[in-house]
T-cell receptor
């Protein structure tokens, strides 16, 4: 079974631009979560989607948004990029139901650099 | 909001040594997870714990769900070079739907 895939793996943008990152979960997984990780930091939760609905949201400004499609694929968008948005953006998927929900499987991440 | 205190922040060890790290919370958790992240990659799930007192092994790794339900421990026996990386704990509190993450323990093996 294929793992979580994220595209692109690397991205360079300039301040003020916007960016869209894509995540394809493991087949059969319907929950997709997004995290931001900056150097030396832990994982900062952005949001979680399930069945095309945002189910949870972290403490990030409205410039960060996301969506999920009917096939469970998810995208996140960051508008008006700032230097501080440079980070590794991680997507994780999990099964719904019981303890399986807790076991998140991560993609390799998208490394975003804002110049 | 909810926070996890993960310690130590980093560890310098000799190959062959045993390693211990832990996470503590201010509230009761019903799930503890341990992940390892290699540079430039996403975290990989190592061990999942769901019951207070539960002790689970995965090869040389052993993790325990504390009986107070407010802490968890990860031990690595006889460390090898490929153990280097950042280890994260994550937990789900009784009162919250969302996973809470520790800041990570960076494991470095001395040459």
């Amino acid at each position: 079974k294929a793992g979580v895939t994220q595209t692109p793996r690397y991205l360079i943008k300039t301040r003020g631009q916007q960016v869209t990152l894509s995540c394809s979960p493991i087949s059969g997984h319907r929950s997709v979560s997004w995290y931001q990780q900056t150097p030396g930091q832990g994982l900062q939760f952005l949001f979680e989607y399930f069945s095309e609905t945002q189910r949870n949201k972290g403490n990030f400004p409205g410039r960060f948004s996301g969506r999920q499609f009917s096939n469970s694929r998810s995208e996140m968008n960051v508008s008006t990029l700032e230097l501080g948005d440079s980070a590794l953006y991680l997507c994780a998927s999990s099964l719904e139901g019981g303890n399986s929900y807790n076991e998140q499987f991560f993609g390799p991440g998208t490394r975003l650099t804002v110049l | 909001g909810q926070q996890l205190n993960q310690s130590p922040q980093s560890m310098f060890i000799q190959e062959g040594e045993d390693v211990s790290m832990n996470c503590t919370s201010s509230s009761i958790f019903n799930t503890w997870l341990w992940y390892k992240q290699d540079p430039g990659e996403g975290p990989v799930l190592l061990i999942a714990l769901y019951k207070a007192g539960e002790l689970t092994s995965n090869g040389r790794l052993t993790a325990q769900f504390g009986i107070t339900r407010k802490d968890s421990f990860l031990n690595i026996s006889a460390s090898i070079p490929s153990d280097v990386g950042i280890y994260f704990c994550a937990g789900r509190p009784d009162s919250n739907y969302q996973l809470i993450w520790g800041a990570g323990t960076k494991l470095i093996i001395k040459p």
